[in-house]
């Protein structure tokens, strides 16, 4: 069932696309050459918190690698505040363990903090 309203919504919304695009006609040549440049940093600080997360969650657990991981984020977003990214980072990493880990009873990996190393 909800996979067939994802296919509705999905054909509605590429109906609503080929109306608009009909409605403009062609994109001139000038509006694509005066599109804004890729940001590289963005994505190399974003993507490297995602690798960062993945090689380091066993061992620091999910509280310490979930916040590096924010905080990798945030600066890929472009925060430029280290402190209170990783403070934010660590209220809601924590608060996501304490949700999980001790409200639902999923065992999420609590690393160095847990004593597993």
């Given at each position: ?34 599109a804004a440049p ?78 597993a190393f």
């Amino acid at each position: 069932m909800i996979a067939g309203l994802i296919y509705a919504l999905t054909a509605l919304e590429l109906l609503s696309i080929a109306r608009n695009r009909s409605r403009r006609g062609p994109a001139p040549a000038a509006a694509a050459e005066s599109a804004a440049p890729f940001d590289w940093p963005a994505l190399v600080w974003t993507v490297g918190g995602f690798i960062l997360f993945i090689l380091t969650l066993r061992l620091l657990g999910w509280v310490l690698a979930a916040a590096l991981l924010f905080w990798f984020v945030a600066r890929g977003f472009g925060n430029r505040s280290p402190l209170t990214s990783l403070a934010v980072g660590l209220t809601v990493s924590s608060l996501a363990y304490i949700g999980f880990d001790m409200g639902l009873g999923l065992n999420l990996p609590s690393g160095i903090l847990g004593g597993a190393f």
